[in-house]
């Protein structure tokens, strides 16, 4: 998360809790049970539905593209609003147009499960298209590249990634300290990984990989009074404190490389600390899909033991830095290298996302190992999760409300992910998933201006009328979720 984030409220300390039942969730209040069924009779036929959220998901990317990006530079503005026809000043972040990429790559592999269904209508008009406009935002996501040295945990080298905030030349962005973050090239290699995967262009593959090596060059590699390593990868180079939001992204495409290599006699380089003396500084050539695997069995570990708090949801970040904040040194042989902070305390709120994260990792690494404890893990954080998150009601009569303060709109669209990509671990997923489905039909059908929806989808526009608008990001979160939902209806049932 880059620095001008705002950090949500917290809240409402009056919960709501799910209890599960073979067939149905049953949302509890001090007042009253009510219960909605994973077969819900308002969501329609699946094929039926499943075109009308990718129509939607597509119509809601090619109404923010056309109201706030540049046709020529592909410049994103933060906000439009559709009453006043006006779009913002403030650029968006390199965060805020990656989720432009994730809407297309789940729109185009909507479009292709919608075909092989045996329906090419959509996949006709509109695949190739979709494509070229990936192509597109690639290219012009280097406005945000930038290159550094960086002093790591194990060496110095120069890299060249995406800083925050976008600049007039491709190239040029400063992402030096604290103007570069983990998680904004986590999230860009999960997508160019998928597009990998959807089109076959290895240009996505390489700069995924080149991305990985970057994000692991984070990953601490100090070694504690037992000799093992301290773990865990800071928000961003110039922070010490560790996020569940730079870390959670990561499994998921660690394990999709280690699928893309496991069958391979590749190598790749491995660096760590000796732990004879623990200060030597070794690499050795280790297999490529076993590293990638190792990595994110590692990554998961951490957070887990560090994030999981006694809701059995996920923590914000590791904090309570000892003695302070500041980015510690140490020289080795002559040479400076990064020290470790010791980090005492699992603060700050539990996000939907940190959760969705691990929901999506922990089904990925069941798929790639199938431990039970992984199976087991989901299931009890799909549930948990959905007790924390939803509540029955609370704005509409038999409509689940999510958290929306903040930018919890697209955290609850990485919730969602993770529900629709474990949804075999745990079958009340497809009830949560119907949840999701309802409202945003609710929000779009009532309060769809000008193609645009308001942040709230229960309750529609309010200040937002009077203000700077909507978030162009939670524009591509809603499309997400549609095209996801999408997937869903024909994974189930062609």
Sequence with gaps: MPLNRIVPTALSAALVCATMASTTVFSCSENAVQKIDVVDPDIGQPLQVAKQNLERAISLVDVTMGKQFDPQTFEMRRFYNPFTKSKSEERASVWMYTAGIEAVNAIIAGLKKAKDAG???????????????????????DYYLGTFELVSFTQTKEWSVYAVDRVNTKGQANVTGVLNVYDDQMWLIRELLESYKLTGNDAYRQKAEYLTDYVLDGWDTTLDEQGQENGGIPWGPGYTTKHACSNGPLITPLVWLHELYRDKSEQIAKHYIDASDKKTRLTKMVDKG?????????????????????????????????????????????????????LRDAVGEAFTYNSGTMLSGGADLYRATQEESYA??????????????????QDVPQH????????????????????????????????????FQKNLDYGFERFNEDGYLPTNLLKGWQDERNGQGVEGMFMFTYAAQYALLGQHQLDINF
């Design 119 to 141: 329906d090419p209508q959509l996949h006709d008009l509109h695949f190739q298209r979709y494509v070229k406009l990936l192509d597109d935002l690639y290219a012009n996501a």
């Design 400 to 435: 689940f409300t999510f958290g929306t303060d903040g930018f919890k709109n697209w955290f609850n669209g990485i919730l969602l992910r993770g529900y629709q990509e474990s949804t075999a671990l745990n079958e009340q997923n497809n009830a949560y998933l119907n949840a």
């Design 376 to 393: 087991s893990d989901v299931k009890n954080l799909s549930q948990k999760s959905f007790a924390k998150f939803a509540s029955l009601g």
């Design 290 to 342: 076993a590293y990638y695997l190792d990595y994110a069995k590692k990554v998961y570990a951490w957070q887990k033991d560090h994030l999981l708090n006694s809701e059995g949801v996920y923590s914000d970040m590791m904090g309570g830095c000892v003695p302070n904040c500041d980015l510690q040194y140490e020289n080795i042989a002559g040479v400076r290298y990064r020290a470790n902070t010791p």
